[in-house]
């Protein structure tokens, strides 16, 4: 089946660590098939340094995609690419703004759910809402819960809120967070309607 012509509605930028690419860990492109299967396109790509963060982020400039999730090593302060430069959330701010307004971002990077609300200091309109871990996870942990979110992303009769509470009743209460702009904290299905507020 492979990437077809379709019009990409998710991106995933992954970094990963040296030991991920000698040990063959990859979360991306394995996400990337769940989605293909569930009938949604998605774009993987993966970044080394800055720069290719940067020219990856402007494919979230399409107005068709409406989730950007970022695979990467992370901790409450920011997450660190390939070439072990880490990103910090004033480094996030200074690369993405605006390119991730109305969009929401996704992280599959360990901890970074207690930190990354930073993001609306800088600019109450950085994105329409943040999800991402409170705590330390696992590779497998990361691609299950977010396999049923995008699975439930495609209904806007769920909210985002209640999505995040079914990623947490997979691997655990708490694990997850939805941290929504203070500017405009609504999100969209997959195809662009407007999700469900509780």
């Not at 696992?138 to 977010?146: F, S």
């Amino acid at each position: 089946m492979g990437e077809s012509n379709e019009k990409q509605k998710i991106l995933i930028i992954e970094s990963r660590s040296d030991q991920d690419i000698y040990d063959e860990r990859y979360e991306g492109n394995t996400l990337r098939k769940v989605l293909e299967l569930q009938g949604v396109a998605a774009k993987c790509t993966e970044v080394v340094n800055e720069g290719m963060l940067v020219k990856a982020l402007k494919i979230a400039q399409r107005e068709h995609i409406k989730y950007v999730h970022i695979s990467a090593h992370g901790s409450c302060d920011g997450f660190m690419l390939t070439d072990e430069d880490f990103i910090t959330w004033r480094d996030f701010d200074r690369i993405a703004w605006p390119i991730l307004r109305g969009k929401c971002i996704c992280f599959s990077s360990c901890s970074v759910g207690r930190g990354a609300e930073q993001l609306f200091d800088f600019h109450k309109s950085f994105c329409n809402a943040i999800v991402g871990p409170a705590r330390d996870i696992t590779w497998g942990e990361g691609l299950v819960a977010y396999s049923a979110f995008y699975h439930r992303a495609q209904s806007y009769e769920k909210s985002s809120f209640q999505d995040v509470r079914v990623m947490n009743h997979i691997v655990g209460a708490g694990t997850f967070r939805l941290i929504e702009s203070p500017y405009i904290s609504s999100t969209y299905t997959i195809d662009g309607s407007l999700k469900y507020v509780c």
